[in-house]
């Protein structure tokens, strides 16, 4: 999905972010120096041959943005428009989920600039392969445990392990999450951006009254997150999804959508549009949709200053990492729309993934109602700890969580103290 406004530099935002929560709370110039700087950055250049028999070079970047409270842990790209300031940006917004969430890790992300839609599996599999073993010096599972991201998957992981366990001889399944559960996966990963959003959305429509019974709801993206979102907000609360997209454009039908059945058309057709019954609309208008709940699930900058005033939901849950600009956030807050923010949002992601790397030290699995129910303890504390700050503050949500998690990496790196 085309970035509506591509020229904005998400670290410069991401370092925006972390200025405004360092004047609130008061953090010395020092440490702010810190936040604002990843800790270690890889790029790779490196030869994939194509099945045309001819070689092509790809450039990657693993950055590990901060590890003060545990080892790195973020997701890793495949999307043609992947640069190192964005990687950068991710891997300081998964070092905040992880302390929101209040798990033990810091945070990182991989990205490889390539077209995975233009490219065939065989060709998906070298790369894979080679961008591992360029990296293998700096992940592991006590170092830096990569996952899936956009336009990445359980195929992806699986050939992450294989080639990292090749190389060191053994299998280590916790070199990375978000693996199939032959390969020591974990139960309920594959849905757990999804549940975790829904679980947010829940609390949050409980304090403001708002009924998700009956409540309609407009999904930007239909990928891993929006479309499990959507399954769980229509099957375990009864919501109605009147409008969603993906990268080709979107589809609204004003009695909702069975999201099953929308899942079906794009795994055979390829997207979401001319599925049978709906009105195609754009991508900008799927944003723009009167639903009390707006879950935008893609890429970065979707929410600008632009389009700020024109957005009608109650809620904005964001499922995806970035969508809205710091300059839409006030927009959004005077207009007294309640955000879900990124790092909360979608955090139940890297929490089951913390569970699947738990299991996989363990050598010991839990069922999925375990994983579940582990879940979603973990969101209600996290959106009550957010919820707390934010009205303690008076605060809009993603300070208040951004506070939060500054605060704990904060306390982090000043009780460990400055090596030597
Ligand atoms: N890529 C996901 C995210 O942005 C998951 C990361 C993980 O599980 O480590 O949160």
């Known amino acids: 999905m085309a970035n509506t406004e591509s020229s904005i530099n998400p670290f410069e935002t991401a370092k925006q972010q972390i200025d405004i929560v360092a004047d609130l709370i008061g953090i010395n110039d020092g440490t702010r120096e810190v936040l604002k700087h990843p800790k270690r950055e890889l790029t790779v250049n490196f030869p994939v041959r194509m099945d045309d028999g001819s070689y092509r070079v790809f450039?990657?970047?693993?950055?590990?943005?901060?590890?003060?409270?545990?080892?790195?842990?973020?997701?890793?790209?495949?999307?043609?428009?992947?640069?190192?300031?964005e990687v950068r940006a991710l891997a300081a917004w998964m070092t905040w989920k992880c302390?929101?969430?209040?798990?033990?890790?810091?945070?990182?992300?991989?990205?490889?600039?390539?077209?995975?839609?233009?490219?065939?599996?065989?060709?998906?599999?070298?790369?894979?392969?080679?961008?591992t073993s360029e990296i293998s010096s700096i992940i592991g599972p006590e170092m830096d445990i990569p996952a899936p991201d956009v336009y990445t998957d359980s195929q992806t992981m699986s050939w992450i392990m294989d080639t990292y366990s090749m190389q060191k001889g053994y299998s280590v399944p916790g070199v990375v999450t978000g693996k199939p559960l032959s390969l020591g996966g974990s139960e309920g990963r594959?849905?757990?951006?999804?549940?975790?959003?829904?679980?947010?959305?829940?609390?949050?429509?409980?304090?403001?009254?708002?009924?998700?019974?009956?409540?309609?709801?407009?999904?930007?993206?239909?990928?891993?997150?929006?479309?499990?979102?959507?399954?769980?907000?229509?099957?375990?609360?009864?919501?109605?999804?009147?409008?969603?997209?993906?990268?080709?454009?979107?589809?609204?039908?004003?009695?909702?959508?069975?999201?099953?059945a929308v899942e079906e058309h794009k795994r055979k057709t390829g997207s979401v549009v001319g599925f049978p019954g709906a009105k195609a609309i754009s991508n900008e208008e799927v944003l723009e949709t009167q639903a009390d709940i707006l879950i935008p699930a893609a890429l970065e900058n979707q929410i600008t200053k632009k389009n700020a005033d024109k957005i009608r939901a109650k809620i904005v849950a964001e499922a995806a990492n970035g969508p809205t600009l710091p300059e839409a956030d006030t927009?959004?807050?005077?207009?007294?729309?309640?955000?879900?923010?990124?790092?909360?949002?979608?955090?139940?992601?890297?929490?089951?993934?913390?569970?699947?790397?738990?299991?996989?030290?363990?050598?010991?699995?839990?069922?999925?109602?375990?994983?579940?129910?582990?879940?979603?303890?973990v969101m209600v504390q996290s959106y009550n700890d957010v919820h707390k700050v934010a009205t303690e503050r008076k605060?809009?949500?993603?300070?208040?969580?951004?506070?939060?998690?500054?605060?704990?990496?904060?306390?982090?790196?000043?009780?460990?103290?400055i090596y030597p």
């Not at 003060?68 to 043609?80: E, F, L, S």
Request: net charge positive; with cysteine; hydrophobic share 40%.
């Open 59 to 85: 450039t990657g970047h693993r950055v590990q943005y901060n590890m003060a409270r545990g080892p790195c842990k973020g997701g890793i790209r495949y999307h043609p428009q992947v640069s190192l300031d």
């Open 99 to 131: 302390a929101v969430v209040n798990i033990p890790y810091g945070g990182a992300k991989g990205g490889v600039i390539c077209d995975p839609k233009h490219m065939s599996k065989g060709e998906l599999e070298r790369l894979t392969r080679r961008y």
């Open 190 to 260: 594959g849905e757990a951006t999804g549940r975790g959003c829904a679980y947010v959305i829940r609390e949050s429509a409980k304090d403001l009254g708002l009924r998700v019974k009956n409540g309609t709801v407009a999904i930007q993206g239909f990928g891993n997150a929006g479309s499990v979102a959507a399954n769980i907000l229509a099957e375990e609360q009864g919501a109605k999804i009147v409008a969603v997209s993906d990268s080709k454009g979107g589809i609204y039908k004003a009695d909702g959508f069975n999201p099953r």
């Open 331 to 377: 927009v959004l807050f005077q207009k007294k729309i309640t955000v879900l923010p990124d790092i909360l949002a979608n955090a139940g992601g890297v929490t089951v993934s913390y569970f699947e790397w738990a299991q996989d030290i363990q050598g010991f699995f839990w069922p999925l109602a375990e994983v579940n129910n582990r879940l979603e303890r």
């Open 395 to 417: 605060v809009h949500n993603r300070t208040a969580a951004y506070v939060l998690a500054i605060q704990r990496v904060v306390d982090a790196i000043r009780i460990r103290g």
